[in-house]
């Protein structure tokens, strides 16, 4: 705890002072641009990966990154994507997934999570991205899914989570009238490249050749 506590002083008396007038203007209201949907996972910084500031991103963590597909039962994960697109009017939802998941690695190797009954049943939501994995590459349920399909594994989990957010009505609604954009990310830890799904395409693409629209009008 030593370095967290000389922090939390070094943000009061260095960077809290340096930024008062941007704390001033959201200490009573947030107009976030962009829902961004992560893992839990230490090594992810959101705002660092993005280079945003404290109201720039209304951020959704869990193991996983995972979005249950909207039903009756009300979760952490549903409550928030539906404030942070009816009430708050996100534009954007990033769904991003990262290198080395432990979650993924979790789901592609279910009786490893014996003892672990909750972690076992929330990574069922990454079930259909890990059927596709074994199907594709034709390994059985009872054989241990080999690490080189890892990579690949987090990316259809990735579009698994995308598709799961499709379901929910709030972003249904504002998909189908061209108010919110949906992004599928995987960020690469060792490298910090970002691989990028979405649109009209569940192809990924590096992040240069997906945002070259965005990159060139920044560029002007």
Request: net charge negative.
């Amino acid at each position: 705890m030593d370095h967290i506590v000389r922090g939390v002083l070094n943000f009061r008396k260095n960077v809290y002072p340096e930024h008062k007038d941007l704390f001033g203007a959201l200490a009573d209201s947030q107009n976030p641009d962009v829902l961004f949907i992560t893992c839990s996972d230490s090594r992810i910084d959101p705002n660092m990966v993005t280079g945003s500031h404290p109201g720039d991103l209304f951020i959704c963590r869990n193991a996983g990154n995972v979005i249950p597909p909207h039903s009756n039962e009300t979760g952490s994960m549903t409550a928030s994507i539906e404030y942070a697109v009816a009430v708050l009017g996100v534009r954007h939802i990033i769904v991003c997934g990262h290198t080395d998941c432990g979650a993924i690695k979790g789901a592609l190797d279910i009786p490893s999570l014996k003892g672990l009954p909750h972690v076992k049943e929330w990574l069922g939501h990454c079930r259909s991205a890990m059927e596709i994995v074994r199907e594709r590459h034709s390994i059985s349920n009872d054989e241990c899914v080999d690490a080189k399909y890892l990579n690949e594994a987090i990316q259809e989990n990735v579009l698994q989570q995308v598709q799961h957010l499709r379901t929910h009505p709030v972003v249904a609604a504002k998909l189908a009238t061209g108010k919110i954009e949906i992004h599928g990310w995987v960020y690469d830890i060792k490298s910090g490249n970002i691989r990028c799904c979405g649109r009209d395409s569940m192809e990924f693409k590096d992040f240069d050749q997906y945002y070259s629209d965005y990159i060139a009008k920044i560029s002007e």
